[in-house]
């Protein structure tokens, strides 16, 4: 199976930024889907960005410019830089691995508060 840590986080003034981790078990990278998602409170969880195929990144629009995914695979962790940040990124961010073959399951990291003061 997969574990998921994340680390970092916190609270930081408008135009601020921050830096999330996911520390994930071994192969993560080529087995999962692997991307970052939110949810702040009344809203549903919405995906940040994901990992493509191929090596790029797809980034919810609101977020485009902003923010940055990294990997590295040799100690398996994805990090969510986070630059010029809005009160509107305020939420509980989440690392998620989604499984390529069915009949696997899906991992959730145990999320990571940031607030973005007003």
């Known amino acids: 199976q997969v574990q998921l840590v994340q680390s970092g986080g916190g609270l930081v003034q408008p135009g601020g930024s921050l830096r999330l981790s996911c520390v994930t078990s071994?192969?993560?990278?080529?087995?999962?889907?692997m991307g970052w998602y939110r949810q702040a409170p009344g809203k549903q969880r919405e995906l940040v960005a994901t990992?493509?195929?191929?090596?790029?990144?797809q980034y919810e629009d609101s977020v485009k410019g902003r923010f940055t995914i990294s990997i590295d695979v040799a100690v398996n962790t994805m990090d969510l830089q986070m630059n010029s940040l809005k009160p509107e990124d305020t939420a509980v961010y989440y690392c998620?691995?989604?499984?390529?073959?069915?009949?696997?399951?899906?991992?959730w990291g145990q999320g990571t508060q940031v607030t973005v003061s007003s």
């Open positions: 071994r192969r993560t990278f080529s087995m999962y889907a």
């Open positions: 998620h691995a989604d499984p390529v073959q069915e009949g696997s399951p899906d991992y």
């Open positions: 990992l493509l195929r191929g090596g790029g990144v």
